[in-house]
């Protein structure tokens, strides 16, 4: 491992997503040993004028959520803070910039004794349209200058644009200020457990190898859910809607992993190569192969429009043109304000040639990889009765994680994807020609939608979302089993 000063920039200090997710992720992984004190600082950087005590306490109230928290868990948050400045400054100010550097450079000299590169990781935390003039005054004033080598690297996070030319736009303008192997472009759902898993599970094991394909698989449904609408967050919400937010991205990622070839090796560029090529080989999306819906209550929100068009909900079939696929409906579903909260992965098998049991009433082959909550992966097979009658009925294969791993702590996607650009591992990350062509796939339908011209319809919270879409998938081939 690399050794020398490390210096982690939080841009946006203040804000919901370093708040949530980044100082969190970074307190676990200075938790176990990932961040050493000897060689890491870490910097927040924001508009707000508050003094380092000032952050350190807002960042303990992240942390320390419970009122009975253990002393080890007070003394490590303390010992965690002691890592952490603050500088404060705009978004597109030299003197910001040059002041951000100065206190870098600072903390590099004061732990120069180590001997070794000076690493500068810049995690912008900050909404896109500043992502621009962020970079430039990061590339004008804060890279890094050790002659002993080391790195500057940024992290981004969607959304990336608004649509394909938007997007690119965006690409060129960070583009022009650094190169790709810097550009970590974070999806959080490639850090999750059974996400990291499909590539192990696809290409190292027998048993699906032969089966994963157009002939043996009839459908496959990725779907997400939330049990709660996008309140306190509709001014965002609204701009982008469920297929900018959770489907373009999130979901589409899945289905790479679920569909690619495999790839010459685990390299990043090798795995990313595989996905491109997935992404290129979808169809056009056909109109009847979308509906869109909007929670009732949603645009009550008072920074929701009154006539908002965007959609909460959707459900939209994807065609992948390839020898293996050809013919194979991959169905991405997502809603707020559903049911539940839930995302998996559905492996639909056709029915068995020749049936001679009748096994056909009680459903199908399925395989079912649950994201989260409950980490899962189950099977659903046909087995005889136990009994004395020659009967059959739908079993399961089951591998819950809970049972099976019991004592192990799943980490957060968060902290395996910051600990992966603190390494230089961009496998778990989109490159720019991946993020093109997710556009690219949908850009023509969200056109329509933002011309008003494809409507969302009204459907209950806390229901399934709006039937049309579950007539949608019986179109598509998916066949009900029991107790879903
Ligand atoms: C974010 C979306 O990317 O993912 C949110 O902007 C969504 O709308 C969240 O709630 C879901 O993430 P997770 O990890 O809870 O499934």
Known sequence: PETGCLSIVVLGASGDLAKKKTFPALYHLFLQGFLHPGEVHIFGYART???????????????????????????????????VKYVSGSYDSEEGFQLLDKEIAKHELSKNSLEGSSRRLFYLALPPSVYPSVCKMIRHNCMNKSDLGGWTRIVVEKPFGKDLESAEQLSSQIGQLFDEPQIYRIDHYLGKELVQNLLVLRFANRFFLPLWNRDNI????????????????????????????????????????????????????????????????????????????QYEGYRDDPTVPDHSNTPTFATVVLRIHNERWEGVPFILKAGKALNSRKAEIRVQFKDVPGDIFKCKRQGRNEFVIRLQPSEAMYMKLTVKQPGLE?????????????????????????????????????????????????????????HRIDDGEKKPLPYKPGSRGPEAADELLAKAGYVQTHGY
């Open 218 to 293: 009839d459908n496959v449904q990725i779907v997400f859910r939330e049990d709660f609408g996008t309140e306190g967050r509709g001014g965002y919400f609204d701009e982008y809607g469920i297929i900018r937010d959770i489907i373009q991205n999130h979901l589409l990622q899945v289905l790479c992993l679920v569909a690619m070839e495999k790839p010459v090796s685990l390299k990043p560029e090798h795995i990313r190569d595989e996905k491109v090529k997935v992404l290129q080989s979808v169809l056009p999306i056909k109109d009847e192969e979308v509906v869109l819906g």
């Open 390 to 446: 020659m009967l059959t009925v739908q079993s399961e294969l089951d591998l819950s994680y809970r049972q099976r791993y019991q004592g192990v702590t799943i980490p957060e996607a968060y902290e395996r994807l910051i600990l992966d650009t603190i390494r230089g591992d961009q496998q778990h990350f989109v490159r720019r020609d991946e993020l093109k062509a997710a556009w690219e796939i949908f850009t023509p339908l969200l």
């Open 49 to 83: 004028k508050i003094s380092d005590d000032e952050l350190r306490n807002r960042i303990r109230g992240y942390l320390i959520t419970d009122k009975s928290a253990s002393t080890e868990h007070l003394d490590n948050v303390t010992k965690f803070l002691k890592l």
